[in-house]
């Protein structure tokens, strides 16, 4: 499974990639204003995200109609060779990314809760579907659970003849909360986890490896 970052913030973006675990980012709108964006910014802001990482970076269209979607799709993907298009799950996002599909423009549709939006998704040519997880635990239901039966579905199936050059759709844990939804989610084979910063440097933390660590220490000292 690989990780992405679900984050706009490029500090973050620039430590994680460090660790040499980082295969992407995804960002929205609540991200890019989380970090004081402006929307004059906004297309300098993902190509320096692109630069950044060696992977695909998900930037997501706001508009609501077919023909505006394609439009701001088209927009981003002139960002950089590696902008994968968020589409929200909806009847014209659906449409949008048949388009945009079609001029082999990478989408990754987001908002997905349930295993017939994904088999839409798929269908329509979406190279990536992001079913949230943490939304269901939000509202007291079980999103791994959810989460489950969508990587199931679309595994029973072959959609390479819809998406752009044949690629296989990769599926997406999103709205990750915790280092047990990721541990789950591969468990489950999701192909990628986009994580907050926060959750991906608690996915390599355990209490054992700390007081392994500090009895390491200790015992260093004595020898010394």
Known sequence: MKFFLDTADLAEI?????????AGVTTNPTLYSRIGGKLADFPNHIKKICDMVDGPVSAESVAMTRDEIIRDGRELAAIAPNVVVKVPTMIEGLAATKALAAEGIPVNMTLCFTVPQAIMAARSGARYISPFIGRFDDISEDGLAQFADVVQAIGNYDFTDHTVNGEKIE??????RSANHVAQAALMGADIATVPFATLKKCVQ???????????????????
């Not at 620039?14 to 980082?22: F, M, N, P, T």
């Not at 599926?171 to 990750?176: D, G, L, N, W």
């Open 206 to 224: 355990h209490p054992l490896t700390d007081r392994g660590l500090e009895t390491f220490l200790k015992d260093w000292e004595k020898v010394q």
């Open 171 to 176: 599926i997406i844990a999103a709205s990750v």
């Open 14 to 22: 620039e430590e994680a990639a460090s660790w040499g675990v980082l």
